[in-house]
């Protein structure tokens, strides 16, 4: 089987403890996480070949942040020492009508240092049928971005297939450039696109009709449009896939998606997620079944859809950025199995 590579920035997590906020905390939780190393643990995870591409300084925070990939099969062989830091990220997790909170501290990270050709992108890309980037990694800095784009078009030279999550990040643009500058020409070599209820609107302006995602209930048909008009601004795109989080409250959100495929729009059914324990890393738990469920049912977009949305409902039940469940707890869910009862 044929590997998937992504590409982008991982973090040390640290995270106050349980629900109490950061001035409450006299100890922080050490985890790793970031969006395209948690897509490639999910593929590890489900059994696909999936290779994380980044730049981590030569140090033992870098070697321990290695070591949190490679124990879940991720490859990294392709990941370039160098640099300073690795970036990290406080996590302070909310409650019920108290959200949560991320503060960042990332910038001089090694990655951000990065520059065109420092990567031999063809040979990354040797026996790879698939890349997948998100619009983090752009905005961490002009060279970031640039290698990003350089890694798209040899991508598409080669006939890989490429992705990406849009994943707008208001915070992190910080460089002179938007996210509207940049990232267009980046996602027009895009076979597939994912965004969420303001990544279209914030970055190309697009919006759906009719929504209040506040309301705790999404309407998924309303978001046919903004498939149809990224398809005819970015026509390389196949698919695009639009993920619907209603929020009740922070720890009660309904879940679903819907594919548009240039021809059919479908949905997902929505799923009820009424005791979430993590939510960080929901998206980018979608975006891995996703790629599975792509690679898994190629002539069924439903069934690729389903296994995403299930996933990533599952996602919810875990602590950290990783969504460590298995293909069959996956599947059991998408038959609707949702009991939770003791498996012996």
Not at 164 to 190: I, Q, S
Request: aromatic share 10%.
């Amino acid at each position: 089987m044929k590997k998937v590579v992504t590409f982008g920035e991982i973090m040390l997590r640290l995270a106050s403890p349980g629900y109490l906020r950061f001035s409450q905390s006299t100890q922080l939780e050490a985890t790793f996480g970031g969006g395209e190393a948690n897509v490639a643990v999910s593929l590890a995870n489900y059994g696909i070949p999936a290779s994380f591409v980044s730049r981590l300084p030569k140090n033992d925070i870098g070697d321990w942040a290695i070591q949190n990939l490679r124990k879940y099969n991720v490859q990294t062989q392709d990941i370039l020492r160098g640099g300073e830091r690795v970036g990290i990220y406080f996590l302070e997790t909310g409650a019920v009508a108290r959200a949560s909170k991320v503060v960042y501290d990332r910038a001089g990270s090694a990655i951000a240092d990065i520059q065109p050709g420092m990567l031999d992108w063809e040979a990354i890309f040797k026996d790879a049928n698939w890349f997948h980037w998100t619009g983090i990694t752009p905005a961490l800095s002009e060279g970031a971005a640039a290698t990003c784009l350089e890694g798209i078009k040899i991508a598409n030279k080669l006939g890989v297939t490429v992705s990406t999550d849009l994943n707008f990040r208001k915070n992190l643009w910080k460089y002179g450039k938007t996210a509207a500058e940049v990232m267009p020409e980046l996602v027009a070599g895009c076979d597939v696109i994912l965004g969420n209820e303001e990544d279209a609107e914030k970055v190309f302006h697009i919006q759906p009709e009719g929504v209040d995602v506040t309301a705790g209930h999404v309407e998924a048909a309303a978001y046919e449009s903004v498939c149809r008009q990224l398809v005819k601004r970015f026509p390389r795109a196949k698919k695009v896939i639009i993920t619907l989080r209603g929020s009740i409250n922070a720890n009660h959100n309904t879940w679903a998606g819907t594919l548009f495929n240039g021809e059919e729009i479908f949905f997902s059914p929505q799923y009820d997620i009424t005791h979430i324990v993590d939510r960080v890393g929901g998206g980018d738990s979608f975006m891995g079944g996703l790629i599975c469920g792509l690679l898994t049912y190629p002539d069924d977009d439903q069934q690729a859809l389903n296994f995403a949305v299930a996933a990533s409902c599952l996602k919810h039940t875990i602590y950290g950025d990783f969504n460590l469940v298995t293909v069959d707890e996956v599947k059991n869910l998408m038959k609707g199995d949702g009991s939770g009862r003791v498996s012996r």
